[in-house]
């Protein structure tokens, strides 16, 4: 190699090597004790109002009014001060433009004219705790020396050890720096502090070790932001308006322990201006503060400004990775975690009680009366929640479990949610919310809150496991409602809700409320709701169970109009609609009538499988207050009022159909009836009960397998219809198989769903049987001879709600025959 050559190789070797020396300078951690080099001593020794000085270093010695008090100046870095002894008006103020060290070798400092320990040092100091040493220091409660706390550093401060310093304040901060304060170790307590316990100007970081803190100001005040990746904290404020660790910055917990105790009004266990982030440890935050009403002169009215008592306030985003948070809350309109910004917990675990009620009502800033409320877990944007466990305990009035004023995410995650308190809410967002995944527990005893809007009429406020202000998605998860409270809520939407996917379990036993007077000056009452959109509700897939017992209950609805399933597709969604509460007396004739399936708006069914029991009069199984269409799926329907029923139409393509009543029509449209294929049972009561009523208005059949039973019928229309119909009096007896046969084979064979007893007559097409049977299906044919018979034995073969197909069929007794040469045959 040339020598030019071995010149730039080594010039190279040389530009790499001094980049790695300066990376690994970058990372040293110069907060660290052995990092740093202290081999010159001063030793300190207190006795009463004097002290001895032996000294190792350069450095210059003075003192205050006696020699307990001593004054240093650390004229060469690396100096390292041990303090023992006691004196009861002594100190130690250390100048110097180095780095310095005070290791604390039980020692017990009362300075009765300013900090008992002064570190002025341009650079960072290091305060040791020797092991196994008891240390106290304190201060007297006028300052005449400058100073800010007891313990008063310039720079930064940098406690380790293993030993104990306590500390207390009468005037000041108990301990205060200008910049950071770390603690890698030792066991600190601060007894007392006129104002903080712990005030850094900038960042408050613990790595190890314990504090317990007592003050009167704020536990732990820090400028920059909090960090605790180990050791423990432990907090309590007695006064109004304090913060057991607040910061203008981010709070980052990664680990260790943080038990706090808030006892003052509208104070916070946990203020953070910036974004808090918790990645593992343990915080346990009690609060038993109220909120607090406070006046402010507008520019045009004076009003009321509601200042909370939190567990957790944060200006900026809330994250929660891992770790445990657990809030106990007491005080009125306590509030759990409070973001200005987004929170986002995608593990850990998270439990918040919230124990008190509401305020008093007051007039806010837009002249409206309002009351300051509980809410466990609330954002004023979005909340996005992957993982993690949260339970929630609601016991005051109006109070909110997880709200978010924008959007409400959910993926994932396991909750349980008690609900106690008048007109709670578990689940809120005053946007959009998405549910896709997680395991809900909600409990609910709350009952609904009347409202006096004005003097003239009542608002209800409803205790409701999940309520949305704009639209509801739901595409996974399983959500388990049980539900006591009057008028309670499962799940109402004010928009649309959309399910394709996931699982509810929803049951409500609570009764309505007494009448009241509604905004439009009626009389009404507050009812129960399992699962209720005020706009369109849309179900494609999951599985819904409904389940209301209490008087005037439904168990689903929606305003707008309701799309069940898809077509092709029988499986899925199930939904399950059943309600066995009594009707309600509103006024006069005015009742309250409990549904298991309701639509304001049109009802769509093109697939899945519905099914509905209700057990009192009013109660329809499926019910649209306009036209409801049938295109596919499995409904299944035993109601004492109607079946299914339509205001306006009713039009079967598809699917199959049972509609059983026990009291009403199995079918009934009080406009027209179309069906043209599918499966269609309809069994109504006795005379003038119908299986197919449709007021003498059109019936149009052209397709399908269609059975009725019941004391009457509406008779098809001939001039509509293309496939023939036929009506059949007779006697109808429970479980008893009636065949209709050719020679060809059989056209219809049924197990009578019920007796009929009594004369016939009444609406449509009848004669003097008890039972009239309409059918149809498209094996009729105009030139056959049929044969009815009775009390035949059918074996084998498969069957839907009394039809059989597939059987062998024996036996039994021939009523009659018929050919039906007319589009609709009577036959007796």
């Not at 030019?4 to 070797?13: E, I, R």
């Not at 503060?289 to 402010?296: I, N, P, R, S, W």
């Amino acid at each position: 190699m040339s020598p030019k050559s071995l010149l730039k190789t080594l010039f190279s070797t040389a530009s790499v090597f001094l980049a790695l020396v300066v990376q690994l300078r970058a990372e040293v951690d110069r907060d660290r004790l052995e990092e740093s080099d202290f081999a010159k001593t001063v030793e300190i020794v207190f006795n009463g109002s004097s002290s001895t000085v032996s000294s190792a270093a350069d450095v210059s010695i003075s003192y205050g009014s006696q020699s307990s008090q001593v004054i240093v100046t650390a004229n060469e870095p690396g100096v390292r001060f041990t303090l023992s002894g006691s004196s009861s008006n002594g100190y130690l103020q250390v100048t110097s433009a180095y780095r310095c060290l005070v290791d604390l070798e039980g020692v017990e400092l009362a300075s009765g004219d300013g900090p008992a320990l002064a570190l002025l040092t341009e650079e960072r100091s290091f305060l040791t705790l020797g092991e196994g040493s008891v240390n106290v220091l304190s201060d007297s409660a006028t300052y005449t020396r400058d100073g800010n706390g007891t313990i008063d550093a310039s720079g930064g401060l940098m406690v380790s050890g293993d030993g104990s310093l306590q500390v207390s304040s009468l005037a000041a901060h108990a301990i205060y720096a200008a910049d950071d304060i770390r603690v890698f170790g030792g066991k600190i307590e601060v007894t007392a502090a006129a104002k903080d316990a712990l005030h850094p100007k900038d960042l408050f970081r613990l790595d190890h070790g314990s504090l317990t803190l007592d003050a009167s100001g704020d536990g732990i005040d820090a400028g920059d932001g909090i960090e605790i990746y180990g050791g423990s904290v432990q907090v309590v404020c007695p006064e109004d308006d304090s913060k057991g660790l607040a910061t203008d910055g981010n709070f980052t917990m990664a680990g260790g322990t943080v038990v706090v105790s808030m006892e003052g009004a509208q104070s916070k266990a946990i203020s953070a201006d910036g974004d808090f982030s918790m990645t593992g440890g343990s915080a346990f935050l009690k609060l038993s503060g109220d909120v607090v009403l406070e006046t402010v002169e507008g520019d045009a009215s004076t009003y009321m400004d509601p200042s909370y008592s939190s567990a957790l306030k944060c200006k900026g985003a809330v994250s929660v990775s891992d770790g445990s948070l657990l809030v106990t809350h007491t005080g009125l309109a306590g509030k759990g975690i409070s973001a200005d910004g987004e929170i986002s917990v995608s593990g850990g675990g998270i439990d918040i009680s919230l124990m008190g009620g509401a305020s008093d009502s007051f007039t806010d800033e837009d002249g409206e009366t309002d009351t300051a409320t509980a809410d466990a877990i609330k954002s004023d944007t979005n909340i996005l929640i992957t993982d993690g466990q949260i339970r929630i305990r609601l016991a005051g009035a109006s109070s909110d479990g997880l709200s978010a004023s924008e959007a409400l995410t959910i993926e994932g995650g396991e909750f349980v949610l008690d609900l106690e308190g008048d007109a709670s809410k578990g689940l809120k967002s005053k946007g959009t919310m998405t549910l896709a995944g997680g395991e809900f527990d909600f409990y609910l005893t709350g009952d609904v809150l009347l409202e006096s809007v004005s003097t003239s009429y009542y608002d209800p406020s409803y205790c409701t496991a999940i309520k949305c202000d704009d639209s509801l998605t739901v595409s996974g998860g399983t959500f388990v409602v049980k539900h006591a409270g009057t008028a309670g809520k499962g799940v109402s939407v004010d928009g649309d809700i959309v399910m394709s996917g996931g699982s509810f379990d929803i049951y409500t036993t609570g009764g309505p409320s007494s009448t009241f007077t509604n905004e439009s000056g009626s009389t009404d009452i507050a009812a129960s709701d399992c699962f209720k959109a005020d706009g369109n509700l849309t179900i494609t897939g999951g599985t819904l169970l409904t389940e209301a017992t209490g008087n005037a209950g439904d168990a689903i609805s929606c305003v707008g109009d309701a799309t069940l399933g898809v077509l092709g597709d029988d499986t899925y969604p199930i939904i399950t609609a059943n309600v066995s509460g009594s009707r309600v007396s509103v006024s006069n004739r005015n009742y309250s009538n409990p549904k298991g399936f309701k639509s304001e708006g049109d009802l769509v069914m093109n697939g899945g499988h519905f099914s509905s029991t209700t057990t009192s009069s009013g109660a329809e199984g499926m019910e649209s207050k306009a036209s409801l269409t049938i295109a596919g799926g499995i409904i299944e329907i035993e109601a004492a009022d109607d079946g299914i029923n339509a205001s306006r139409s009713l039009t079967i393509s598809g699917g199959q159909v049972y509609s059983y009543s026990s009291s009403n029509d199995g079918i009934d449209s009080n406009g027209t009836i179309t069906i043209s294929g599918g499966t269609v049972l309809a069994s109504g009561s006795t005379s003038p009960e119908e299986g197919f009523d449709c007021d003498n208005n059109t019936f149009t059949i052209t397709g399908g397998i269609v059975v009725g039973t019941g004391g009457s019928t509406s008779t098809p229309s001939s001039s509509t219809s293309t496939q023939r119909s036929v009506i059949y009096s007779g006697t109808g007896t429970k479980d008893v198989v009636l065949q209709v046969k050719s020679s060809s084979g059989d056209n219809l064979v049924y197990r009578i769903p019920r007796s009929y007893a009594g004369g016939g007559g009444g609406r449509g097409g009848s004669s003097g049987g008890s039972m009239t049977l309409l059918f149809s299906n498209p094996n009729l044919a105009s030139s056959t001879k049929y044969t009815i018979l009775t009390g035949v034995t059918a074996t084998g073969g498969t069957e839907f709600h009394g039809l059989i197909t597939g059987a062998t069929v024996s036996g039994g007794t021939q009523v009659t025959t018929f050919t039906p040469s007319s589009m609709v045959t009577s036959v007796n």
